[in-house]
């Protein structure tokens, strides 16, 4: 008696062991790991292909009519029918509809696009550019004149050779001028002889040479050169005008 009740206790403990194996390790399982792992779509669509396939690629259709065996799905585009769960006859240009559908919007052609938008002062100073003059030193190139001006000011630069007639007069008009303006800077450079290293910098052929700059360095005029001298005052008029024109 004892040696039956052992036996049927061992066979119910392993029938409880079986069934754990088969609760962690359940049938099919190797499958639903396989079902998991993401494939590649596949692009070539043709009859015979199983429905479950077809909708992997395109989805659930809009609509469905069915009769008997054969089904007919209705997407937006196109339709496509079925006989016993593959698919029977789809559109001759099915590779087309694919790649039409898979291809990215315009929306998302532009998400990655850069649009670099210069900052306010670059966009100022390309502006300013297009508006400026040009003087060329003997190699042909344009005279920089960045390192005159005065941060954030309209710089008034009046170049001279000390001795010169009438400097004197003109530095004090146009100091007189300048500070008129809160944003305009006046500057005087003594280029000392006309075969200095500034001279043929600066491309000067005579003083005196008055030279109106923007923020940025552009030359807003050519420089004024010929003045002439009104009623005890120099006539800088000119000055003005590209002072008015830089602000």
Not at 24 to 39: L, M
Not at 45 to 59: K, Q, S, Y
Not at 123 to 144: C, E, M, T, Y
Not at 204 to 229: C, H
Request: proline share 5%; net charge negative; charged share 25%.
């Amino acid at each position: 008696m004892n040696t039956r009740f052992i036996l049927m206790t061992c066979a119910f403990l392993s029938l409880l062991v079986g069934c754990s194996e088969q609760t962690q390790n359940p049938v099919g399982s190797e499958n639903a790991d396989s079902a998991n792992t993401s494939e590649p779509v596949a692009t070539s669509i043709t009859n015979g292909m199983p429905v479950a396939e077809f909708l992997r690629i395109f989805g659930e259709p809009k609509g469905r009519l069915s009769r008997g065996s054969k089904e007919l799905m209705l997407y937006e585009d196109f339709q496509v029918s079925l006989v016993d769960n593959t698919v029977n006859d789809i559109p001759v240009d099915m590779e087309q509809i694919y790649k039409d559908l898979t291809a990215p919007s315009t929306l998302d052609k532009i998400k990655d696009v850069k649009i670099s938008i210069p900052a306010p002062r670059e966009l100022k100073a390309a502006l300013a550019k297009r508006k400026s003059f040009a003087i060329l030193d003997s190699h042909g190139n344009p005279v920089d004149h960045s390192k005159l001006v005065s941060s954030g000011k309209v710089t008034v630069v009046q170049f001279y050779v000390e001795g010169s007639p009438g400097s004197a007069l003109i530095q004090s008009n146009l100091t007189d001028i300048t500070s008129a303006y809160e944003r305009v800077a006046f500057k005087q450079i003594d280029i000392v002889s006309w075969d200095s290293d500034l001279s043929r910098k600066y491309h000067i052929g005579s003083v005196p040479d008055i030279r109106v700059l923007d923020p940025y360095g552009n030359l807003i005029s050519q420089p004024v050169t010929r003045l002439e001298t009104v009623e005890g005052h120099v006539d800088l008029e000119r000055v003005k005008v590209a002072i008015e024109k830089a602000l």
